[in-house]
């Protein structure tokens, strides 16, 4: 697989990762456990070398399943974990809110190094801004990290413009994480501009739109029990019904390069930016194969506008999280 480099210091991953926290339960029931290690294991098998999580998923739970199917391969992957929610290090419960402060970081740093069975954490993302700690101190903590070897490199996520520069200015970030598709296109008015103008790579996660570009979700879909998507407003079934106009575009593109929607989404992506790294989730074997086969597919000039012509301009229903979700967003 094609491999794209994330920031200036030599952050060298496949074009496509693994979102890994469908795992956790987010879409519903994770599924088996062994089951999600063969999956992981078949995409290093495949050529992915970036697989993401979180202390978040589970919590803790995430992290641990990755370190398994990994410990064996450590050395051909890039491990990316998260910050910044108040959790207990200890009983796993949630503050429900935010923490960032220095103090807090390095512990859990060395926690996650422990559930992921490594000896660092080659990216290390601020999930969430936290207003009540400067920027700049967070920054500064994960500098520390990196300078004591635990870190590799430092990542912020649903970070507002000011913020990516300030945290820049004193430890580079080596990628911005936030949700990018062809289903929210957003970020393209500040976030690209201002990343290719700092060398940030960027990793957009919910790459598929939390499923709904794989033509597999339409208004009649009913979610699971405990599935994230039961709550979010663009996934109502009045906003899918409205919302299924987009998908269609993606679909009539598909069949004519003969490939599935999912894969036309991520080659649009991948075709944005040569720094942009989809990190595409999902807990089923085929979907996973499915996913990456985007990588081998090939949009002319003529799809791409076509997309483009048919998207860029579509107003979606509905908003992409729930409101109190929302707040914790470019900050």
């Not at 990196?146 to 430092?154: E, Q």
Request: proline share 6%.
């Amino acid at each position: 697989m094609e491999h794209r480099t994330l920031g200036q210091h030599g952050l060298k991953v496949s074009a496509l990762g693994l979102g890994c926290m469908s795992f956790a339960g987010a879409y519903g029931p994770g599924g088996d456990r062994q089951d999600a290690i063969a999956l992981i294991r078949a995409a290093v098998d495949r050529g992915v070398t970036l697989f993401d999580t979180a202390e978040a998923y589970g919590p803790f739970t995430n992290e641990a399943l990755v370190g398994e199917a990994l410990e064996p391969v450590r050395d051909r992957v890039v491990i990316a974990t998260k910050f910044g929610f108040d959790i207990d290090l200890e009983t796993g419960a949630r503050g429900g809110g935010v923490n960032s402060r220095p103090e807090h970081i390095k512990a859990v740093a060395d926690a996650a190094l422990k559930r992921l069975r490594t000896d660092r954490i080659d990216l290390f993302y601020q999930h969430r801004v936290d207003p009540s700690v400067p920027i700049e101190d967070v920054a500064g903590a994960v500098k520390e990290l990196i300078a004591a070897g635990k870190v590799g490199h430092f990542g912020l996520s649903e970070a507002a413009p000011d913020t990516i520069r300030r945290a820049h200015a004193v430890q580079p970030v080596a990628a911005l994480q936030s949700e990018y598709s062809l289903f929210w296109r957003e970020p393209e008015q500040e976030l690209l501009p201002l990343v290719e103008e700092l060398g940030i790579g960027f990793v957009p996660f919910s790459p598929l739109g939390a499923g709904f570009l794989t033509g597999q979700v339409d208004e009649n879909t009913v979610f699971a029990p405990g599935d994230f998507r039961n709550h979010v407003p663009r996934f109502s079934r009045e906003a899918r019904k409205a919302n299924m106009a987009l998908v269609e575009v993606v679909k009539r593109v598909a069949r004519r390069r003969a490939a599935a929607p999912a894969q036309v989404a991520l080659t649009w992506l991948l075709a944005q930016r040569p720094w942009i790294v989809p990190i595409p989730g999902t807990s089923n074997m085929g979907r996973m194969e499915e996913n990456l086969g985007a990588a081998d597919l090939m949009l002319t000039r003529d799809d791409l506008a076509e997309i483009d012509a048919g998207t860029g301009g579509f107003a979606v229903r509905g908003e992409r999280l729930p409101e109190q979700m929302l707040k914790m967003t470019r900050r």
